[in-house]
């Protein structure tokens, strides 16, 4: 008990030092945040805006964006480890390395759920979409989606660290395995916002997505140390 | 006389027959008591339903609206009843009868015999072509999937000759060094 | 005996499709039944019947491929020993051709029996996105330089794990006798025959295929790794 507490400890501390270097130039969240808010400006045009259709399509438009910005916030986040050459820095730390990938994922998390506080209130008044109705389940599945993007992201994204192409093999490489998340999320979003909410389809998934993030944090922390090491 | 109203009796009562088929759907005791009248009635009856290059039900001669006969249609049951009366009645009526409805029975098999073949045809020849473009798309992509293993075994090859000549070319650097020392 | 491995399965192989070919074409019957009128079915397959034969038998050894490549993955990553490497890419590789047979010809097939190219049920779904990990496979082990095979591998354990839950979250099951039945159980009697001609055959292909990609990849790896050590005694340039 006294381990977990210390291994939550020390990961807290490195997403501490992430954030604090990213709060010092806020450069990660502000170009991830502004991202989400033109591709929720083009969804606006690019899809019809009756009642109907709104509905339909709101989910996805916010899934995407937490894809895409995640996506793009775990290759910068990454890539400035690499800049600076912090990583074997980081590894050499008298901490195990599987704090510090904790430390990554829980920095990662923040800043997704960063770019979903701003893309979901911006969704909700350009295209008039009922996404607050709900607000308590909306939280959960967006936070639990976050983590799970976040973890899985965090691990092939150190894999991929001093890889030449890796700006596009980490979408290549995550959206296929993150596909039950993203189905999960938005089938969960589609319930709160039907006309007639569906309660039951939200809960089932959001147990879902726990039960699908609890697995794989587990699976990222047995499969981190030798998939990380050179 | 008696031949003539049987035989116009029989005729309504298969059409009637036919009608009543397509409204209930039942096997109908139909044709009357003529032993094989059940084929040209099922016939009828079944090519309106399926509808595909069924043999049409034309070949009843239509009943002339002002005629007689038209004006009370009879029931199966009645039909059959005068129709079996009449047959009793007069044994080469009979025979007469039921050669003629063994002749339609007949014609009608085979009509839709044809009928079947042609649709089996039409069935197959549609198939074809979907199976040859599925057994093509699996040769083309295993065949595919060989040209890029041999591709590689080539590449191998050529690497195995190059280095094999570099190490033959830096074995005789080092034996002519050797010499020179 | 290593050595006459691929041409034994290759001729055994190619035995087997001719002999499928014969025996699913002129053998196995065809598939047809009548509706009440007496007229066929439109659910009849007739031929189309036949795209089963191969399409099944691609499918059966796709999951084996499958399995192989994350097991050797699995085993790779804790004994960092390149043979398992090598097996885990190479039945990648024949995974994801089989993979594109199978999602071919079972659309050829949907388009025939359903009149649609492609529908959002649980095999096809889960057939699509698996085929999708393998591709980001084969993608990653082609670019990602020296640590490929690290991340590969990675991938594969991954996308191993992800099948149960992409198997739960679809729906409906449109696919013929699937669930608890299975394709085989309900095959008539003189389907079987063919059916596990074919599947047997096409057992031997795919073994064909990944011992000879097992052998060319770690032929190039062995040329690798001595021009590497002729690099290091400096005797190569």
Redesign the interface.
Known sequence: MADLMALFRHAARVAWKDLRIELRSREIVYTMVFFGALLVVIYSFAFPKDDRAIRGSVPGMLWVSLAFTGTIGLGRAFDRERENDTMRALLLAPVPRLEVFLGKALATTALVLAVAVVCTPLLAVFLNAPLFAYPGQLILIVVLGAIGIAVVGSVFAATLLKVRSRDVLLPVILYPLLVPLFVAGTSCTAALVAEIPNFDAAWYWIQFLGIYDAVFLVLSIWVFESLVIE | MMKMIALWVVLVASAGAAFAQTGSGSAAPSGAAAGSGGAPAAGSGGAPAAGSGGAPAAGEPQVPPTSPLAAPILSTADARKLCATAMNADPKFAAEISRIADERAAQQRDRDTVAAHTDADYHVKKNERHVIYAYAAMWIISALFVMFLWRRQQVLKLEIANLRRDLEAAANDSSAAKERA | MKKLAVPLFATLAAIGLAASVYVVFFVAPLE?SF?E????NGS?????Q??MY??VG?AFWLILAVVVSGAGSLMF??TRDPKWDDLASSST??AV?FG??VL??GS??A??AWDVWWQWEPRLTLSL?LW??LV?YV??RR???A??D??A???A???M??LP??Y??VGQDSHPAAGGNGVVATLPPGERGPFWLTVASFLCWYIA?VI??VQ?TR??RE?RE??ER?LDLG???
């Open positions: 047809y509706n009128a007496g007229k066929f009849s397959l007739f031929l189309n036949k795209i191969f399409h691609h990553l804790r590789d024949v051709v594109a047979v071919v010809t050829i097939w388009k025939a996105l999708l990990v980001g993608l990653v670019f990602a330089g640590s490929g690290r991340i591998s990675g991938m354990i991954f996308g794990i992800s839950f992409l739960k979250m295929l000879s990609r060319s032929a190039e040329v001595l021009r002729g005797v190569l340039q």
